[in-house]
């Protein structure tokens, strides 16, 4: 090996070195104060909206990085605080493919931001392979585990809830000397009461129990009686992780969400064979989700997690009104009244009347953004 070789094996040697305490003094700063962290995102998603319009994608490839690192930030948070990466989890298979839906879902737009420079040809073809790769990841993650399926599929982490915020300190001191407190006084229980405690030590350090089926955390019968506080501190535990949504029970809202499911391929296939501007597609998307809601709504016994992901589909209903061809037709006269009214109101409203009336066109153009799941 000569010298010049030599030293660049070392200066890449350096270089990683350097990387690597970067990398550890920055975990640490998130850590330490997770208020960075949503400050630093903060940052990123405010950049991506005052980049140019020339830079629309750059824009956009901006904001989804700054959402994926979300995901990161929330998984160093978790393993700093001791809580599981991953709920509701059945194989590791389950696990990849929710992040690579996630990560999917987050640069869908860029993607077709950039096909679109190439030509119509290329915008539709990348659609139409994300679409068809969003489907069939989330049929497989519904037959893996039947259950209603949230947007996102990893939802972003509650940190108001963290033990390890600024917020709550002295409730994660308080939550670690309980555990320390219980973990001295079964010493001497069995052995199948020390595999409850650790695992309860992987729930955020309490003695809980998860349902196999409703995945609800309760307080575990091997535990020790919890004061009020305690018992408040395991449902802000279980609002962190998310795992209260429970595997269906019934066939009709796994019938309810296989359509919610295949409604954006279908409408995509309907786009492509009968135009974008016709009343076809519309139609059967609105279909599908009414069916699907219905279906949904006749069940009783939602939990809170359910209401609230059914609450954003019904929401969802508003962006009919600028998908073509209802935008064409209907509906994008009055909004463009609307907005130029709004437009001549005070400097508030009227600074985001106008940012609307510049940017809705280009908006409605690109597929994602109105027709988003």
């Known amino acids: 090996m000569d010298a010049q070789t030599l030293s660049l094996f070392r200066a890449l040697e350096w270089v990683k070195g350097k990387l690597k305490t970067s990398a550890d003094t920055y975990r640490q700063l998130v850590v330490d104060d997770p208020s960075v962290a949503g400050h630093l995102e903060n940052v990123l998603k405010g950049a991506s909206y005052v980049i140019p319009g020339a830079s629309e994608e750059f824009s956009e490839l901006i904001y989804a990085f700054s959402n994926i690192l979300a995901y990161g930030h929330d998984a160093l948070l978790k393993h700093a605080a001791g809580l599981p990466l991953w709920v509701n989890i059945t194989t590791p298979l389950y696990r990849r493919l929710q992040v690579f839906l996630t990560v999917l879902e987050q640069i869908e737009v860029f993607l077709e931001l950039v096909a679109s420079r190439y030509s119509i040809v290329h915008r539709w073809m990348t659609v139409t392979l994300i679409v068809l790769a969003k489907t069939l990841l989330r049929l497989v993650l519904l037959h893996q585990r039947p259950c209603l399926q949230t947007w996102p599929v990893l ?219």
């Open 155 to 373: 939802r972003p982490m509650n940190r108001q809830l963290l033990p390890l915020s600024s917020q709550g300190a002295a409730s994660s001191q308080n939550l670690t000397e309980d555990s320390r407190l219980s973990a001295s006084s079964s010493s001497d229980t069995s052995a199948s009461a020390t595999s409850a405690a650790s695992n309860s030590a992987c729930l955020g350090q309490t003695y809980v129990w998860q349902g196999r089926r409703m995945g609800r955390v309760l307080r575990s019968l091997r535990g020790p009686l919890e004061s009020e506080a305690g018992q408040q501190q395991q449902q802000s535990l279980s609002q962190l992780l998310g795992i209260s949504l429970p595997v269906f029970n019934d066939s009709r809202p796994l019938i309810a969400e296989v359509l919610y499911t295949v409604r954006p391929l279908a409408h995509l296939l309907w786009v492509l064979r009968c135009g974008f501007l016709s009343w076809k597609p519309w139609i059967l998307s609105v279909l599908f989700d009414l069916v699907s809601l219905h279906l949904h709504y006749s069940r009783s016994g939602l939990n809170t997690e359910e209401h609230s992901e059914l609450s954003r589909r019904l929401y969802m209903f508003i962006f009919y009104l600028v998908r073509s061809p209802c935008y064409n037709h209907l509906s994008k006269e009055y909004i463009f009244a609307g907005l130029e009214r709004c437009s001549r109101s005070i400097a508030p409203i009227s600074i985001v009347a106008k940012s609307c009336l510049d940017y809705l066109p280009s908006w409605q153009r690109t597929y994602f953004y109105t027709w988003l799941s």
